[in-house]
Structure formats: structure tokens, C-alpha cells
T-cell receptor
Framework: SQQGEEDPQALSIQEGENATMNCSYKTSINNLQWYRQNSGRGLVHLIL?????REKHSGRLRVTLDTSKKSSSLLITASRAADTASYFCATRPGGSRLTFGEGTQLTVNP | GAVVSQHPSWVICKSGTSVKIECRSL??????MFWYRQFPKQSLMLMAT?????????EQGVEKDKFLINHASLTLSTLTVTSAHPEDSSFYIC???????????????FGPGTRLLVL
């Protein structure tokens, strides 16, 4: 079963706007990861945030983690058409198996 | 960054045949490799976890005799779909995790996927 739930399931914005995706999880974690998947392709690792971190930046990406609410958010600033993809959060609850949320399909319109 | 390759990228086969998919970690040693399948517009579902030199651990509901996994070396794992049927058509993605410090073992690196179509 999937550990995470993401919302929204789909998000459509204009180029230049910011995109925010949320992920909730159920069990305690050591870290949470975000991945991107372009249509028909494999997953690309974007960022890992540890449980003792609250916020992390990587280029135009900003990830927050609230362990008290068991939730994380991914913010993409100044979005580009090339950011169009599915975004998944992933955790490794209690072991070695990485489990994924249902994903958010982001469409950035030029 | 760490690179994982998969071969082939797509395959079409007749029902009843077997298909082998290779997954390689190109610039790191992967003590653990994972195989996922993904149906259209759905998330990834873990099929099995394999550690180098030992038998794979299959997720509940995944037939080990149908999906044969071999992880004979630290850089290669194979998934063989035996006696494939149309319902096995899917996108199969492998993932590898380092056993050392670089890259960090918390991160899994994914192959580009293999699209299987069984006629």
C-alpha cells in the first residue's frame, strides 16, 4: 500500500507561476524524498529532506517538512514548461522499502 | 549523479514468451536493487527487493515464479517475465541503492524504465 498521499492530484499553471504540491504520510520517517517523472520515463531524484530538517532548497525547488503534521510540501518557483511532469513524494517507513505517494501531475502551460 | 540504465527500453512480445530486462548501476555498486511496475497514470508499485548474492524478497501478491529476479553482481540485476500474458503489459522500472557512502544509501536511483507490451 502507498505510504503517502499527495494533493492536488493534478495542477495546471502558467509559465512563471509557482507550483505547490503537498504530501502526507502515516508513519514515522527518517527522511522524505521527492522525485520527478516525465511521461513514460524513469524517476529523477530531486531532493531529500531529513526528519530533523524543516526546510531545504535546491535551485528553484523548496521543500518543507512538518513531522508533527506528517506532511511535506514541494514548491517550484518561476515554473517553466519543462517542469511539466508527475511529482512523487517517497518515504521509507520502518525499513528498506521506498514507498511512493500517488503523485501530482503538474502541467505548466507556456 | 549516480546513473542506472535499463535495457531494453521497450519490448513487444507474443503471449507465452519470456522477456528479460536488465538493470545496471553504471558508476556505483548497488548492494540492493528494486523492481517496480507502473500502470498508466498510477504510482509505482514495488514488486521485489533484491540484495546481491541472495534471493529476492517479493511483495505480497507478486508471483515469484512468474517474475524471476537475479542479482548476481553489484552492478547488474535482471527481471525475467516468464510466460508473459497481455495483463503483464506495463512499465517496469528498476532502482538501485548504494551500499557505501557515495552516493548516500538513503537515495535510490531509478532506471529509465522498460515498457513491455504483450500481444
Amino acid at each position: 500500500s502507498q505510504q503517502g498521499e499527495e494533493d492536488p492530484q493534478a495542477l495546471s499553471i502558467q509559465e512563471g507561476e509557482n507550483a505547490t504540491m503537498n504530501c502526507s504520510y502515516k508513519t514515522s520517517i527518517n527522511n522524505l524524498q521527492w522525485y520527478r517523472q516525465n511521461s513514460g520515463r524513469g524517476l529523477v531524484h530531486l531532493i531529500l529532506i531529513r526528519s530533523n530538517e524543516r526546510e531545504k532548497h535546491s535551485g528553484r525547488l523548496r521543500v518543507t517538512l512538518d513531522t508533527s503534521k506528517k506532511s511535506s510540501s514541494l514548491l517550484i518557483t518561476a515554473s517553466r514548461a519543462a517542469d511539466t511532469a508527475s511529482y512523487f513524494c517517497a518515504t521509507r517507513p520502518g525499513g528498506s522499502r521506498l514507498t511512493f505517494g500517488e503523485g501530482t501531475q503538474l502541467t505548466v502551460n507556456p | 549523479g549516480a546513473v542506472v540504465s535499463q535495457h531494453p527500453s521497450w519490448v513487444i512480445c507474443k503471449s507465452g514468451t519470456s522477456v528479460k530486462i536488465e538493470c545496471r548501476s553504471l558508476d556505483f555498486q548497488a548492494t540492493t536493487m528494486f523492481w517496480y511496475r507502473q500502470f498508466p497514470k498510477q504510482s509505482l508499485m514495488l514488486m521485489a527487493t533484491s540484495n546481491e548474492g541472495s534471493k529476492a524478497t517479493y511483495e505480497q501478491g507478486v508471483e515469484k515464479d512468474k517474475f524471476l529476479i537475479n542479482h548476481a553482481s553489484l552492478t547488474l540485476s535482471t527481471l525475467t517475465v516468464t510466460s508473459a500474458h497481455p495483463e503483464d503489459s506495463s512499465f517496469y522500472i528498476c532502482s538501485a541503492r548504494s551500499g557505501g557512502a557515495n552516493p548516500a544509501p538513503e537515495t535510490q536511483y531509478f532506471g529509465p524504465g522498460t515498457r513491455l507490451l504483450v500481444l
